[in-house]
C-alpha cells in the first residue's frame, strides 16, 4: 500500500502517536508524517504510506498556514498555556497597537528555537534539557512569515491567521509578539488549516481513518503521492526512458523547457521527479515500486 493520507491531529497526541497508531492498525513500518505538531495543537498532519515515505521531506518543507490564539499578559516556560506560569503583567494594547506589531512581525526574519522543542543541541534535543532545568544558547534561523492578521477576539483571546515557512514556531512568534509588546504572551490554541496544497477540508478524523485500516477500507482515503508535486508539469516517458529511469541513469527529454517534473511511464504509473536540463532528465527523487 502506498500513497498519503491527510489526518486531522485530535488534541492531546503527539505526531508520532498518530504514526503509531497507523503503523499499529496496518502492521505497515512504513508510515511517516510530513511536519511536527505539538500535542496541544489539532489540524493538518499528512501521513505518508509504503513508498510514499520518499515524500517526507518535500511535505516538511513546504509552506503551512495556522489558526493560533493568543493571550496577552502571560508568560510561560513552554511558550504555550500548557507550560509552568512564569509572568503576569498588564495587557492594556490597543487593537492598532496589536496590529502594529502584527506587522512588525511579518517578512524574513530570525527566531531562536524555543527550549521546548525537538531541536537539537549537541546530539541532545532541546526538551531533554529543559525538562531537566537546563537552558543553552540556541542559534537563531531563518524564518519567513509570509502573513499574519488578526482575525478576532474572544474575551480577550486574540485568534490569528499565519501563513509561513517551515521551521516557524507559532508560539514563539507568540511569545515575541509579547515581548515587544512589553507585556508578555503565550499560545493559548493552535490549529494547522493547510501544508501546501493539502487543506483542513481533505482532513481526516483518526477515528476514521483507524476504523478504515481497521477494515480494510483505507485505499479509499488515499492520495496518490504525486498530488504532492501538482505545480510541476507532467512529462510520459516511453519504455526506454523509463527502462534508464528505473535503472536510475539518465535520458533524453529533447525540446522539454528546463525544469522539474512529474514523470510517468506509459501505463501511467508515476515514476518520480525529474530534473531537466540540456535536453537531458536526471533522476530526482523516484516513487516506483522496487521488486523485493
Not at 505538531?37 to 513508498?51: N, S, Y
Not at 517526507?56 to 509552568?84: C, H, N, P, W
Not at 508578555?184 to 493552535?190: I, N, R, T
Amino acid at each position: 500500500m502506498t500513497g498519503i493520507i491527510i489526518a486531522d491531529k485530535p488534541e492531546g497526541w503527539t505526531s508520532h502517536d498518530v504514526v503509531a497508531k497507523l503503523r499499529g492498525a496496518l502492521r505497515e513500518r512504513r508510515i511517516g508524517h510530513g511536519g511536527t505538531l505539538d500535542p496541544m495543537a489539532t489540524g493538518v498532519l499528512p501521513l505518508f504510506i509504503g513508498r510514499a515515505t520518499r515524500a517526507v521531506e518535500f511535505s516538511a518543507g513546504a509552506e503551512k498556514e495556522y489558526i493560533a490564539g493568543m493571550r496577552l499578559g502571560i508568560t510561560t516556560d513552554t511558550q504555550d498555556i500548557t507550560g509552568k506560569h512564569l509572568t503576569s503583567r498588564e495587557a492594556s494594547v490597543s487593537e492598532a497597537r496589536l496590529r502594529g506589531a502584527l506587522r512588525r512581525f511579518t517578512g524574513e526574519q530570525t527566531q531562536i528555537p524555543p527550549m521546548y522543542s525537538a531541536v537539537k543541541k549537541d546530539g541532545k534535543p532541546l526538551y531533554k534539557l529543559a525538562r531537566r532545568g537546563i537552558e543553552v544558547e540556541r542559534e537563531p534561523r531563518d524564518i519567513t512569515v509570509h502573513s499574519l492578521e488578526m482575525t478576532g477576539c474572544v474575551n480577550g483571546e486574540y485568534y490569528l491567521k499565519i501563513v509561513c515557512s517551515k521551521g516557524t514556531y507559532v508560539r514563539t512568534l507568540c511569545a515575541d509578539i509579547g515581548e515587544y509588546l512589553g507585556c508578555g504572551a503565550v499560545m493559548s490554541s493552535l490549529r494547522r488549516t493547510r501544508v501546501g496544497a493539502f487543506g483542513i477540508l481533505a482532513a481526516c478524523e483518526m477515528k476514521d481513518i483507524i476504523s478504515a485500516a481497521e477494515n480494510g477500507g483505507l485505499e479509499r482515503l488515499l492520495l496518490p503521492v504525486d498530488t504532492l508535486f501538482r505545480e510541476f508539469p507532467a512529462m510520459t516517458v516511453n519504455p526506454v526512458c523509463e527502462h534508464r529511469c528505473r535503472s536510475g541513469a539518465a535520458f533524453a527529454c529533447p525540446g522539454a523547457p528546463d525544469g522539474r517534473y512529474r514523470v510517468y511511464g506509459e501505463s501511467g504509473e508515476f515514476l518520480m521527479l525529474g530534473d531537466a536540463a540540456d535536453g537531458r532528465m536526471r533522476i530526482g527523487k523516484t516513487f516506483f515500486e522496487v521488486p523485493s
